[in-house]
């Protein structure tokens, strides 16, 4: 006979595993939608805003203080009267950072002391907001394995919702750190499919009240404009990527910041998602959140800018802007 210790031993066990399994079940969630369930949800495009909206953006220096400001000068310009933003941002934060005060947003006095700042959890408790945008961390594949990636942007989503059911939410869709020209493009290339859509939004949606969040495609924007000048020998103001890029104090290129060039295609990508507005003949003499008068790009290239974002946004469902009967442009490849 088996001593009574052991019969412990064992239904310990067992239960260990059987709680492990609940566990299990209880966090992993449904499996990650499919790229046909994906697309599904992409069908029908969002109705075009008929006057100037009010955003939340949630992020870091990738969005920085100057492209909310420029978006805002663009969306006046169009006529959109009445455009609003709030905002908090940190350095290199992460959407787990944002949601958890165990987790303190890294830079967080010196990136939000300005008059737009506004804690983001009462904020989109307010339901006072028409569009939410996030972003996550670079290096995505670091917030992916260690922040949680999916799981933050749903928790984000559904409390948008929670607040306003009809807001309209965006993933921000950055780029990673500067290597190779090579390596690079491939990641643009790449990266949407595999990690920004195809693992933290097929995770973060396979959940049906997180509901659909649609992409603004700065890095397959860059992508297509850098391939666009490499065809051309270079244009007036950019022989290269690199000079989208901010410089160092040392004259150094930063790998991974912007310049106002840079930050000025970024900008001219939100609004034309945002607003299902044609950017071609928008200004391109804009000015900082300070007030001080950006660096504009050469007319050509400012031009060839609002081409491809044009092109590049009205070519992907995710945007939501669909492609209308009179247009007939095509992806710059």
């Known amino acids: ?126 339901g006072e907001y028409d569009i939410f945008i996030m972003t996550e961390m670079v290096e995505l594949n670091d917030a992916i394995r260690w922040h949680d990636s999916a799981r933050y ?50 995770q973060a949606m396979a959940q049906p009240d997180t509901g659909v969040i649609h992409v603004i495609p700065v890095g397959r924007v860059m992508a297509a404009l850098t391939r666009a000048v490499a065809a051309q020998g270079g244009v007036a103001g950019m022989a290269d990527h690199t000079d989208l890029f901010a410089r160092t104090p040392t004259g150094d290129l930063d790998p991974i910041h912007l310049n106002d060039v840079g930050n000025y295609l970024v900008a001219l990508t939100h609004f034309a998602v945002l607003y299902h507005h044609d950017p071609r003949e928008m200004p391109h003499e804009l000015r900082r959140a300070d007030g001080s008068m950006a660096q504009a790009p050469p007319s050509e290239l400012a031009e060839l800018m609002q081409e491809t974002v044009w092109s590049v946004t009205r070519a992907l469902p995710v945007t939501g802007l669909g492609i209308s009967p009179s247009y007939s442009g095509a992806p710059l490849q």
Do not use: C
Not at 21 to 29: E, N, R
Not at 160 to 189: F, Q
């Open 153 to 202: 942007a749903r928790l984000w989503a559904t409390k948008a919702r929670a607040g306003r059911p009809d807001i309209r939410i965006y993933m921000y869709e950055s780029w990673p750190h500067l290597t190779t020209l090579d390596e690079w493009l491939h990641r643009l290339d790449t990266d949407p499919d595999a990690l920004w859509e195809g693992t933290i939004l097929a």
């Open 1 to 126: 006979m088996m001593p009574a210790y052991k019969y412990a031993i064992i239904l310990a066990v067992a239960l260990v595993a059987l709680l492990g399994l609940a566990l299990w079940h209880m966090f992993s969630g449904p499996r990650p939608l499919s790229a046909n369930d994906r697309a599904a949800l992409y069908t029908t495009p969002l109705s075009a805003p008929q006057s100037g909206q009010t955003v939340y953006h949630l992020g870091h220096s990738l969005v920085g203080h100057d492209i909310p400001a420029f978006i805002t000068q663009l969306a006046e310009s169009a006529g959109f009267g009445g455009h609003g933003f709030n905002s908090q941002l940190g350095w290199g934060t992460s959407l787990r950072e944002h949601w958890d005060p165990a987790h303190p947003v890294n830079g967080f006095d010196d990136m939000n002391a300005t008059q737009v700042w506004r804690d983001p959890h009462e904020a989109l408790d307010s």
